[in-house]
């Protein structure tokens, strides 16, 4: 924990594996690796390695080696971290000892052999009598090998903590916190591990102390806790989940089964309501044998959990557990919990409450940090036709409400006033073909007979309701220009339909293709085959249920992702399935085309987003952190960001450009479901099972706003075409319509809220609510704004 590190000395004992040591750079950001190293990047995104300078000796390439690594980076006096060593009681573990002593006295590391001659209780005159050097080089790589066996198996009695008071983890060969990147100052070179491997992430539960002790010892914080001020209590009760996950854990894990049943009976009534399924859960681990194999308690383990909490409350907790020598519990806030300190007032309770929940706390406030364009990327020039006077008229008149907002202000912001925009060429984006043009002149026609919306002119609704789909409708898209509606089904087929006159037709067979003048002006018409037309087309292809569904911008193509893993891309000419993307091993949720066509963007089971493009086989990006499944994604109106919402509770925003996440949102406390962009591309709206909508600034990257109405999951969401109105679709069989354009303004952005993450939401979100619309019995899964701004809903009927 950088945060806490006060300047301390420290040694960590490593075993190496055969051949020379492996020199990895410290890994920047999460990026698109799974896992992370060290206290430069230990968050929310699984990482669990240590980061150590280190200095290799002994053995040739074939032997093990002993790594000691050393940071000296403390003043004359500090008090030193006692390292966890074995007890020189028997004479090979005291020949062991020896020899370590005797290596850091000829490194001249005076500090670090007397904090562990102290540990080991050994007087100098011991270890300055034993042997001649000789005889400690014949001790050889058995030596090195038998004293990383002892320390990784956690010798007799229990491991020697930190001294309250340090901001460093106690070292073992396990997991020792990093002291930062190796100074001049500071032996040998940097080694990140990657992902930890099950029996050493639980080993760092065999050290432990007194399995009576535990509930006296959590009931003692607990007590101090809430016989503190109120300003303290509020942020300090955040301890109380962390902690008592990781108390029961190490009594199941060192196999003090009763305790570990009392325990979690006497305390876990007093956590709050949103870790309830999180409990559950918890309360089936029962035994040593159960931790191997459960995700979410390695998850626990290796990702840090967060809490932020203002620095006179921490040096509260710091002075009551050095007063009371809680060893126990300071040994767990230093070695699981990651304390992100911050000067200025404490938080609230609303405040915090609006902020946790998620699987590991709260975000870090570095996450959220880095620079996002959030702009929109200038328009190309097109030239509108005009068909005739009336429609020159009516498109000089309607040009300022769309086509020069689209175009001129906010194309020329991007080139000009607009610091936001992303560089043109910052990604590669697909050039516009003459149908897209085609299209975007249709588009800024219809633009011109669109309604402004607000809360005196709200939209009117068209529920399309599948009828008869015996609840095993699980997506739904509609194209942007609202002609084709597809629904993916629970028995593994996609269906596409036309809401329009206009018939679903093939392209003919390449014999009838060879008669067809390809000179002619309707060539386009000509290929389709007049026998195949019909309102529905069946797609089939999938072995599993269809979870996910969308339409290329052209309207050429469909994305479907299925339980069976695959994502498939489907010819809307020829009804046929083109590609099947195997990347994902477990089932795919969601995909998403990008708003310029080509990239897509798929989240699944396997906990990662996968970025693809239509003509590569293979991923071009994994976006890896979250803890649990990624249930949906979405593009960023420009293309060079992708959002993400996961069962862990968070929300993710990626960098399109290097994989790395640049936004991490924590606030909800369910899985989150549904995702969507302001139109402009500043804000966030994120929907999830605890039936609220979640509003981001992906700016400053801070909430702002919380919509309370919905009594069920919130499956869809949608911001109008020109951002004035958010429509929300739940399982409670509502679409409510809340006023965005009152949500977004005047947001507290100033630089202290940004900086400590002081958000203070409206206390009734009510006063945005612009309207209910219920259904009979029909959980809305999608919606969509036409471009006039009509309001498509679209769900199955579920009788009762």
Not at 135 to 164: C, Q
Not at 199 to 223: C, F, N, R
Not at 306 to 317: A, F, G, M, T
Not at 677 to 687: M, Q
């Amino acid at each position: 924990m950088a945060a806490l590190a006060e300047e301390q000395t420290e040694v960590a004992v490593k075993l190496e594996p055969e051949g020379p040591p492996t020199l990895l750079p410290p890994q920047a950001g999460d990026g698109a690796g799974e896992g992370s190293g060290g206290t430069t990047n230990n968050g929310p995104n699984g990482g669990g390695g240590n980061v150590a300078a280190s200095s290799s000796t002994g053995g040739d390439g074939g032997t093990p080696k002993l790594t000691v690594a050393v940071s000296t980076a403390a003043p004359a006096g500090a008090a030193p971290v006692p390292a966890a060593a074995p007890e020189a009681g028997a004479p090979h573990d005291r020949q062991t000892l020896l020899a370590v002593l005797q290596f850091l006295r000829q490194s001249n590391l005076r500090e670090a052999e007397e904090a562990l001659r102290r540990e080991a209780r050994l007087l100098e005159e011991a270890v300055a009598g034993s042997g001649a050097p000789g005889e400690v080089d014949s001790v050889g790589a058995e030596v090195a090998s038998a004293l990383l066996s002892r320390v990784t198996a956690s010798a007799p009695g229990p491991a020697a903590p930190d001294p309250p008071g340090t901001g460093t983890s106690g070292v073992t060969a396990v997991s020792g916190s990093a002291s930062g990147p190796a100074a001049p100052g500071k032996v040998g070179s940097v080694a990140v591990e990657d992902q930890p491997d099950v029996s050493a992430v639980l080993s760092a539960y065999s050290q432990q102390g007194d399995p009576t002790m535990y509930e006296e010892y959590y009931s003692g914080l607990k007590h101090f806790i809430e016989c503190s001020l109120d300003c303290h209590r509020a942020e300090l009760s955040q301890l109380f989940y962390p902690l008592f996950v990781h108390m029961y854990l190490e009594l199941v894990y060192n196999q003090h089964e009763n305790e570990a049943k009392s325990f979690f009976e006497r305390f876990h009534g007093d956590q709050e309501c949103y870790y309830q399924d999180d409990l559950r859960v918890l309360s089936s681990l029962t035994k040593k044998e159960h931790m191997k194999g459960n995700e979410t308690m390695l998850d626990f383990r290796t990702s840090k959990f967060v809490l932020r909490i203002s620095r006179d409350s921490y040096q509260l907790l710091k002075r009551h557990l050095q007063e009371k020598q809680n060893n126990q519990i300071w040994n767990i806030v230093q070695e699981h919990l990651y304390i992100d300190i911050f000067d200025g007032m404490p938080r609230s309770k609303q405040q915090i409450d609006a902020m946790v929940g998620s699987l590991a706390g709260e975000a870090k406030r570095e996450a959220n940090k880095s620079k996002v364009f959030f702009g929109l990327l200038k328009e190309p020039e097109i030239e509108v036709p005009l068909d005739d006077e009336d429609e020159e008229g009516e498109n000089e008149e309607g040009k300022p409400k769309k086509k020069k907002p689209k175009k001129d202000s906010i194309g020329s912001k991007s080139k000009k006033q607009d610091p936001n925009a992303p560089p043109q060429n910052r990604i590669p984006l697909p050039e516009l073909k003459d149908s897209d043009k085609l299209d975007k002149i249709m588009n800024m026609k219809e633009t011109t007979k669109r309604v402004r919306l607000g809360p005196d002119c709200l939209p009117s609704i068209c529920f399309y309701t599948f009828l008869n789909a015996y609840q095993g409708l699980t997506a739904v898209d509609v194209t942007d220009d609202s002609s084709l509606i597809a629904g993916g089904f629970a028995d593994s087929t996609v269906r596409v339909w036309s809401v329009t006159p206009k018939k679903l037709r093939s392209v003919k067979q390449a014999s009838d293709l060879s008669l067809i003048d390809k000179e002619s002006d309707d060539v386009l018409e000509r290929i389709m085959d007049e026998k195949t037309a019909s309102e529905l087309k069946i797609l089939y292809g999938h072995s599993g249920p269809v979870y996910g569904a969308s339409f290329s911008p052209d309207r050429n193509y469909l994305l479907s992702s299925s339980e069976d893993g695959t994502v498939r891309l489907w010819s809307l000419q020829t009804f046929t399935c083109l590609v099947g993307y195997k990347g994902h091993n477990y089932p795919v949720w969601d995909t998403q085309f990008s708003p310029y066509g080509y990239y897509f963007v798929s989240g699944g089971h396997d906990r990662v987003a996968r970025l693809w493009a239509t003509d590569h086989y293979q991923p071009l990006r994994i976006f890896a952190g979250h803890l649990a499944d990624v249930n949906c994604t979405r593009f960023h109106p420009n293309s060079n960001y992708v959002a993400t919402g996961s069962a862990d509770r968070t929300v993710r925003l990626w960098d399109v450009l290097n994989g790395n996440c640049v936004r991490i949102f924590t606030g909800h406390k369910g899985p989150i479901h549904s995702l969507t962009f302001s139109p402009n591309g500043r804000f966030l709206a994120t929907g999830a099972t605890d039936g609220r909508v979640l509003l981001w600034d992906i700016g400053h990257g801070l909430m702002v706003g919380e919509l309370k109405g919905h009594t069920d999951t919130v499956c869809s969401l949608r911001f109008s075409r020109d951002g004035e109105i958010l429509a929300s679709g739940s399982m409670d069989n509502t679409v409510r319509l809340w006023d965005a354009i009152k949500a977004f303004e005047d947001l507290e952005t100033d630089d202290f809220t940004t900086a400590t993450g002081h958000i203070n939401l409206p206390e009734n979100s009510q006063e945005l609510l612009l309207g209910t619309y219920m259904t009979k019995s029909t959980p809305v899964v999608h919606l969509h704004f036409t471009r006039r701004n009509l309001v498509l809903a679209a769900g199955a009927y579920s009788p009762q």
